[in-house]
């Protein structure tokens, strides 16, 4: 893979790739990023690691997943202190039964919180 799915611009290698592999994010919109990757790469385990423990599902099925992403725009990213951040973003996506249908948009502002030196997710508002 080239660009990472994230639309950063960067490399896959370079960008989001580190964190999938282990490496703790940064800040909570460096988490969004590698999360929106890893569910157009339909990395169920790193999407659970990053749930923070007390709203994670047990699972996701993205193996069973009908839609295909197709790009992410980071609105606004919001430090609210040492522990919390706001992220809020555009997915767009489409149904994979209906790929030549009009693309539709998830618009979120997520919540993260820090815990210890990692950033989780822990819920999100849909507008």
């Avoid at 999360?35 to 099925?61: I, Q």
């Amino acid at each position: 893979m080239s660009e990472c799915p994230c639309g950063s611009g960067n490399a896959y290698q370079a960008c989001c790739e580190q964190y999938h592999l282990g490496i703790a994010a940064p800040n909570a919109e460096a988490l969004m990023r590698s999360r929106y990757s890893a569910y157009v790469l339909k990395l169920e385990a790193y999407l659970l690691t990053t749930w923070h423990p007390d709203t994670r599902p047990a699972d996701l099925n993205l193996n069973q997943d009908p839609l295909k992403w197709l790009g992410l725009q980071v609105k606004k990213y919001k430090k609210i202190d040492e522990n919390h951040a706001v992220v809020e973003f555009v997915a767009r996506y489409k149904h994979a039964d209906n790929l030549s249908g009009r693309a539709e948009r998830l618009h979120e502002t997520s919540q993260f919180e820090r815990i210890h030196a990692n950033w989780y997710y822990l819920n999100g508002d849909h507008q």
